[in-house]
Nanobody
Framework: VQLVESGGGLVQPGGSLRLSCAAP??????MGWFRQAPGKEREGVAA????????YYADSVKGRFTISQDNAKNMVYLQMNSLKPEDTAMYYC???????????????????WGQGTQVTVS
């Protein structure tokens, strides 16, 4: 299963970016976006169940980030607004192929990962 992220880049504080993930959403029960800054653990940012519209967000991004999906195109998106320097990180798309007891923002739920796209807010 191949996941490919795109859309990262350099943006000024207060700016916006939209990340895209090409993924076989029909094979997944849940899709997530994670990020990892240098020297820090990978953390869940947002997640969405592929069969519905329920979305989950880390407290640090609520009200600023929006996860969405287009199952017809096998795409998942992360719209990021009001970006802050602390949002700087490598962002990863992840897919969970089966139901799990783990929280949607828990990395242990996910079996497949993309290579990441860098987001720098400065």
């Amino acid at each position: 299963v191949q996941l490919v992220e795109s859309g990262g880049g350099l943006v000024q504080p207060g700016g916006s970016l939209r990340l895209s993930c090409a993924a076989p959403t029909f094979l997944s029960t849940c899709m997530g976006w994670f990020r990892q800054a240098p020297g820090k653990e990978r953390e869940g940012v947002a997640a969405i169940y592929t069969g519905g519209s329920n979305a989950y967000y880390a407290d640090s991004v609520k009200g600023r980030f929006t996860i969405s999906q287009d199952n017809a195109k096998n795409m998942v998106y992360l719209q990021m607004n009001s970006l802050k320097p602390e949002d700087t990180a490598m962002y990863y798309c992840a897919a969970s192929p089966r139901s799990s007891g783990y929280d949607p923002l828990d990395r242990r739920r996910y079996a497949y990962w993309g290579q990441g796209t860098q987001v720098t807010v400065s």
